[in-house]
């Protein structure tokens, strides 16, 4: 079963704006990561941020982590049409250690 | 240095058949992780294997089975094949298989279509 919820399901922008997602999860964490995958194939590792960070950044991304609230947001800034594709949150479950994915966020950059 | 290979891509098979999937992983990975991915949904974890053994399983039937070989290859077997099977298929490796599961590396999946 899905642990996380994404928010929005679908995002369209234009290049150059900035995309926010959102991801809330149920259960205690030791870490959450951030995958990106285009058009239907394999994952692409953005970033992971640990139970005991609150933000970090990589490039143009900026990733942050309320374990009070069990959430999670990815903001990427500047926005190209490369960035066209879908995003996942997956949690690493404390309990279990399994890797769990999110529904994922569709996002469009339109040039 | 290659990255987490999968084969075959693509697969058509009928109903009650069976199908094996191969996935090797990145050089120096002991950690082998199988997911389904059905249309429109995220990735849904089926095994991880490490150091040849299952180290975990999801909510998946006893038609889904699957190994590891000592030079840390895997294969994915699904018998008694369902429609509902039909999905992307995709392996990860990493490094060891802890707990704490540190960054997984995605092949690039098997197309499975069961007509």
């Given at each position: 079963s899905q642990q996380g919820e994404e928010d929005p399901q679908a995002l369209s922008i234009q290049e150059g704006e900035n995309a926010t997602m959102n991801c809330s999860y149920k259960t205690s964490i030791n870490n959450l990561q951030w995958y990106r995958q285009n058009s239907g194939r394999g994952l692409v590792h953005l970033i992971l941020i640990r139970s005991n960070e609150r933000e970090k950044h990589s490039g143009r991304l900026r990733v942050t982590l309320d374990t009070s609230k069990k959430s999670s947001s990815l903001l990427i800034t500047?926005?190209?049409?490369?960035?066209t594709a879908s995003y996942f949150c997956a949690t690493v479950a404390s309990n279990t250690g399994k890797l769990i994915f999110g529904q994922g966020t569709t996002l469009q950059v339109k040039p | 240095d290659a990255g987490v290979t999968q084969s075959p891509t693509h697969l058509i098979k009928t109903r009650g058949q069976h199908v094996t999937l191969r996935c090797s992983p990145i050089s120096g990975h002991k950690s082998v992780s199988w997911y389904q991915q059905v249309l429109g949904q995220g990735p849904q974890f089926i095994f991880q294997y490490y150091e040849k053994e299952e180290r975990g399983r999801g909510n998946?039937?006893?038609r889904f089975s699957a190994r590891q070989f000592p030079n840390y290859s895997s294969e994915l077997n699904v018998n008694a094949?369902?429609?509902?099977?039909?999905a992307l298929y995709l392996c990860a490796s990493s490094l060891a298989g802890g707990r704490t599961q540190e960054t997984q590396y995605f092949g690039p999946g098997t197309r499975l279509l069961v007509l």
């Open positions: 500047a926005s190209r049409a490369a960035d | 998946f039937p006893d094949l369902l429609l509902g099977d039909s």
